[in-house]
């Protein structure tokens, strides 16, 4: 199915009669390769002025086939949207290997090989349609926040380096083949803002509409992202993009983000999508939580109607998300509710007019 329209037509069918199912960590099936610089490098980079281990976006540019055969796992397990590897392709991220130039070129690559996975599975599975997420990253910047404990007014980028920067990552995505866009892993929403503005003017500028996915990150207990806002100011302050889902991934796992998602559940005028690490992490760094331990948190998310869709963040694994889709499969999407129109504001703390 080559026509964006009609898939996109399909995904917005398929969200009303299921719950849809997000794929896993990339970064976690790339390290079980145990990759050395010199594959990071590939042919093209051999001689590249610095060291690019751990730029993973970059391997959807050197080793392709690994890229892919990720995808076509996480396809296998059940995924129906599946995100690009692209967490940190834009210019700003790439800077720190002095790659900033090929910030369009990885964006595109990487929606290619997620759409050619995705068209593979289509031929040996007719009617089976499923869809390329295309992935924004938070960068490495915040716009909200000083680097410089000596100097709180300084910022590391602004808002408009932030909007040249994620215009060209979207540009890329959906030349590639990419069927949604997904703003993740927010921990600023000055920075969040930024990417659904550029989304806004690329998509006019292109003519097309497209789904707009929205997922911040609850970093502690305190139950704020990093720039501060709780879960309902957080909402509010990106509710005006109208998206086609709202929701949290990455930092916590399912039972520490129960409370956010059920206040999410309650709020949120779209559908809510949630992708939890695999539990927290142990004290070598690493993710404990089988599939099965995760699969029975979020099933029970499921159970009382508080998500449209689900996946996995950090730790986990093909195997999780094929027991995440299992547990879910006789499951109805949450209904999203119709609240009375108020006017809605946000600071760090959510305000609602009497």
């Known amino acids: 199915m080559n026509d964006r329209q ?6 917005y069918k398929r969200a009303a009669e299921k719950i849809l ?3 896993g960590a990339m970064g976690t099936m790339i390290q079980k390769h145990k990759l050395d610089e010199a594959d990071y490098r590939g042919t093209r980079f051999a001689d590249w002025k610095q060291d690019v281990k751990g730029n993973n976006d970059l391997l959807s540019l050197t080793q392709p086939q690994i890229i892919k055969d990720i995808h076509s796992q996480y396809i296998a397990a059940g995924a129906d949207l599946n995100g690009t590897n692209t967490f940190s392709a834009t210019t700003i991220a790439q800077a720190d290997y002095g790659m900033e130039e090929l910030a369009y070129e990885i964006n595109y690559a990487s929606a290619k090989l997620a759409r050619e996975a995705c068209d593979e599975w289509e031929a040996t599975h007719p009617g089976d349609v499923r869809f390329v997420n295309g992935a924004i990253g938070p960068t490495n910047r915040t716009a909200s926040i000083s680097p410089d404990v000596n100097n709180p007014g300084y910022r590391g980028v602004t808002f408009d380096e932030l909007r040249i920067a994620y215009k060209e990552a979207a540009n890329g995505l959906l030349d ?16 969040a803002k930024a990417a659904l503005f550029a989304i806004d003017e690329v998509l006019e500028e292109r003519g097309e509409k497209v789904p707009v996915m929205i997922s911040g990150t609850i970093t502690d207990a305190s139950g704020r992202t990093l720039s501060g806002q709780t879960t309902e100011a957080f909402y509010n302050s990106v509710r005006h993009a ?3 889902s709202i929701g949290l991934n990455c930092a916590l796992g399912a039972e520490q983000l129960r409370p956010y998602v059920v206040e999410l559940s309650r709020i949120a005028e779209c559908r809510v999508s949630v992708y939890p690490n695999a539990g927290l992490p142990n004290e070598f760094g690493e993710y404990d939580q089988t599939d ?3 699969a029975a948190l979020v099933r029970e998310w499921a159970e009382k109607g508080f998500i449209n869709l689900l996946g996995g963040c950090c730790g986990t694994t093909p195997a ?7 547990a879910v499969k006789d499951c109805k999407p949450r209904l999203v509710p119709k609240l009375t129109p108020k006017m809605r504001l946000s600071g760090l703390e959510p305000f609602e007019a009497a």
């Open 242 to 244: 109208r998206p086609f």
């Open 292 to 294: 099965n331990e995760m």
């Open 176 to 191: 590639g083949g990419a069927d949604t866009l997904l703003v993740e892993t927010i921990f600023d929403t000055l920075n």
């Open 320 to 326: 999780h998300i094929k027991a995440i889709a299992h």
């Open 6 to 11: 009609t898939r996109i037509d399909l995904l």
């Open 21 to 23: 199912i997000l794929d």
